[in-house]
């Protein structure tokens, strides 16, 4: 016989106050999923959560900041007691600043590893073991392309998603036979919010450092439901196949 998901699937996503996160939360809600919406700005989860009972769908909301440990049980504990076993979870916090490695304070680099990697390991802590128990469930890490081809004033945020995907690698290797999907996602430039408290004119330093390290081929980004789409077929693969790694890039404008 066949193996299937179960018909009810609650789901995990944090940083869901805005971009990655939140248009994957509307989308996975529009599929028939419960989700739980995480993240320090819990009045956006709010306003999100609200947007998808509206439509018919199932949310919840809670406050969640994934560098803090008791923050993450808290929101666990909610989240299992409001939705149930959670199915499938979605890691898209993050945490930008354009700071040169040589230059950037190290407690301030140390910040933004504790949110962006540190935050995903508690992330599996709080929900895989469950999972695995249950012989069942994805969990997907949205990485970036800075993996593949790393970018300057960066420092911090490549160091990060390298650990993302080795530990990711690894847990693949881990879960294989358990029901367990862990899955890695990259999207290239996407239009968040990240980036977007900047100095206009560091900026502008930075896109043309870029600029002249051939990692900009065109001024094009992808929308974040282009990157909740993947995310959404990524978990809705049957049972017995896995995508363990997909890149999404934003194509080239079309010839005027």
Not at 89 to 111: K, M, T, Y
Not at 139 to 163: E, H, L, Q
Request: charged residues 20%.
């Amino acid at each position: 016989m066949a193996l299937s998901h179960p018909e009810r699937r609650p789901a995990v996503v944090t940083g869901a106050s805005s971009g990655i996160g939140a248009a994957t939360a509307l989308l996975l809600a529009a599929q028939g999923h419960p989700v739980a919406l995480g993240a320090r700005r819990v009045d956006k989860c709010e306003e999100l959560a609200e947007r998808i009972r509206k439509d018919g769908g199932e949310a919840f909301a809670h406050p969640l900041d994934v560098g803090d440990s008791g923050s993450v049980e808290a929101f666990t504990e909610a989240t299992k007691t409001a939705l149930g076993p959670v199915e499938i979870v979605v890691s898209s916090a993050g945490h930008l600043e354009p700071d040169r490695i040589h230059e950037v304070d190290s407690v301030e680099f140390a910040a933004q590893l504790n949110v962006q990697l540190l935050g995903v390991h508690r992330l599996v802590r709080a929900f895989v073991p469950d999972m695995v128990e249950r012989t069942r469930g994805d969990i997907v890490f949205v990485s970036s392309d800075v993996v593949r081809a790393p970018r300057t004033r960066m420092g911090a945020y490549v160091a990060a998603k390298n650990g993302v995907e080795g530990m990711a690698r690894a847990m693949q290797m881990e879960l294989e036979g358990t029901g367990v999907r862990a899955s890695i996602l990259r999207p290239g430039p996407t239009f968040t919010e990240m980036g977007y408290s900047w100095d206009p004119e560091v900026t502008g330093v930075v896109l043309n450092e870029w600029v002249s390290w051939g990692l900009a081929r065109h001024s094009q980004f992808l929308d974040p439901s282009h990157v909740a789409d993947a995310i959404v077929h990524m978990v809705g693969m049957p049972p017995g196949s896995h995508l363990t790694l997909v890149e999404i890039q934003p194509e080239g404008p079309l010839p005027s």
